[in-house]
């Protein structure tokens, strides 16, 4: 085997929450492109099913769409099991849904904070937990937390995402102690400003454009594209070798 075969994904049936726009989809198709089927959710199964038709018509694999909302127990397990009667197993499961709500912490109210850590971190352990029974069974997986920079570093007006993501990589390093003799590793990538949708109001915003440039060495955002590598990398067995990690896609931010 080369070491380019490592990364290829043939056989292999992915399920990405929060798969129909954004980086989601991006990782979602990067999965793909490298062999792979794959499941997307997102809350609305219009969307998702749009973006699985628009994945599949590009890449030739299997493709499926499913509505599921992440932080309700019942959802989860039945799309869990729907993907699995429809596809015929999970080997790789991406935790990208989620929220930002940002502003001062006298000016949010508990419910949003609440909303906040029930998409972010609930919706995690609660997919993982889904999942868990088919990834032990088969004695491999690989699981990849979306976290953020913000899981190690902070920002004024982030205190609902901020502590979220800094749970989803500790969620990430217990999960990956739990789960190594099953085989299956579990990692987190923390990505720094991209240009999606949730950062248009920053991005739109040329002053706070210039203020998340200024902190980054390589002076731009990352493009969608760029979050594929790492993706295809953690999914991989290229990566057999690594487990518990949070790896920065970030331009450099964190290097300071």
């Not at 997307?40 to 509505?67: C, D, F, K, P």
Request: hydrophobic share 45%; glycine share 10%.
């Amino acid at each position: 085997m080369t070491i380019l075969d490592r990364f290829r994904l043939d056989g292999r049936t992915a399920l990405v929450t929060g798969g129909n726009r954004g980086l989601g989809k991006m990782m979602a198709q990067s999965l793909a492109e490298a062999g792979a089927n794959v499941a997307l959710t997102s809350r609305n199964a219009q969307l998702a099913e749009a973006a699985a038709a628009e994945i599949a018509a590009a890449t030739g694999r299997q493709v499926r769409g499913y509505g599921c909302e992440v932080t309700q127990p019942e959802q989860v397990n039945a799309c869990v099991e729907q993907v699995v009667a429809d596809l015929g197993r999970i080997d790789i499961l991406v935790n990208n849904a989620g929220i930002n709500i940002r502003g001062p912490i006298d000016e949010l109210s508990l419910e949003q904070f609440r909303q906040v850590q029930e998409t972010n971190v609930t919706g995690v352990w609660l997919m993982c937990r889904a999942v868990a029974p088919y990834l032990k069974a088969q004695r491999y997986g690989r699981v990849i937390n979306v976290g953020s920079t913000l899981s190690i570093i902070a920002l004024a007006d982030r205190t609902p995402y901020a502590s979220s993501k800094g749970a989803v990589l500790q969620l990430t390093r217990a999960l990956a102690l739990e789960w190594a003799p099953y085989g299956i590793t579990v990692n987190a990538m923390l990505p720094g400003p991209f240009a999606t949708e949730m950062n248009l109001s920053l991005m739109n915003d040329p002053e706070q454009y210039k203020t998340f440039v200024a902190r980054i060495p390589l002076g731009r955002w990352g493009e969608l594209e760029e979050i594929g590598g790492l993706t295809v990398f953690l999914a991989s067995d290229a990566s057999s070798f690594v487990t518990g990690a949070g790896i920065t896609i970030d331009g450099g931010w964190t290097a300071h």
